[in-house]
């Protein structure tokens, strides 16, 4: 059964209570870093420490990351604009079926859509547009929140507001791809396993 939570907002502190220890969309990438790489061991680490501590992760953030939070509700706000669609604020999207698993996707479009927004440094926007798709570092991320919230579809947007021509907004519909799904389904739930594995020697 799927749980949409609407009433809170994403970076509150209820929020990162909400998301203690659970693995989340944004880092299914470091779940599928491969084998027992670094990436994947750290990740695991950091969710054993925040399930032991009640205590959320430091999170790492620098001045493009600050940028693309303040950007981010002009970014809605323009495609609303271009589009016509209206986007629904949620804080977190679960699935019973998939307890310790949890996504917050930047909206909710419409009864089969998501949106995810990226606000990125200039050079990776021109990057972005000039490809003519979402990078591949953004794929396990919309594709593990199609899985969740069980959408069809999720509008990918890339903004740079400071860049005074057309490359300045990039769209892309990203539609579900299920094989893709059913290999990181499988992937995050092993992972998810080994975090329970994990968890229970550390508590004796």
């Known amino acids: 059964m799927i749980e949409i939570i609407k009433d809170i ?51 790492y953030s620098n001045e493009y990351m600050e940028w693309g939070v303040q950007t981010e509700p002009q970014a809605k706000s323009m495609y609303e604009l271009r589009t016509g669609n ?62 969740i919230t069980g959408r069809s579809w999720c509008d990918f947007v890339s903004f740079d507001p400071r860049i005074d021509g057309a490359a300045s907004w990039f769209c892309v519909r990203i539609e579900r791809d299920q094989d893709y799904i059913n290999t990181l389904q499988s992937k995050v739930l092993d992972f998810k396993n080994e975090l329970d594995l994990l968890l229970t020697k550390l508590r004796g």
């Open 9 to 59: 907002e994403q970076g509150s502190e209820e929020w990162h209570e909400m998301r203690l220890a659970v693995i989340t969309a944004s880092r299914f990438k470091d779940v599928l870093a491969g084998g027992q790489g670094k990436t994947r061991f750290s990740y695991m680490r950091e969710l054993a420490a925040e399930a032991l501590t009640g205590e959320a992760a430091k999170l």
């Open 86 to 147: 209206s986007v629904e604020e949620v804080a977190f999207v679960r699935d019973s079926d998939f307890s310790g698993v949890g996504v917050s996707p930047d909206g909710l479009i419409a009864e089969d859509g998501l949106i995810e927004i990226k606000c990125p440094k200039t050079t990776t926007q021109i990057e972005t547009f000039l490809s003519g798709d979402m990078p591949k570092m953004h794929k396990a991320q919309v594709q593990g929140q199609l899985w």
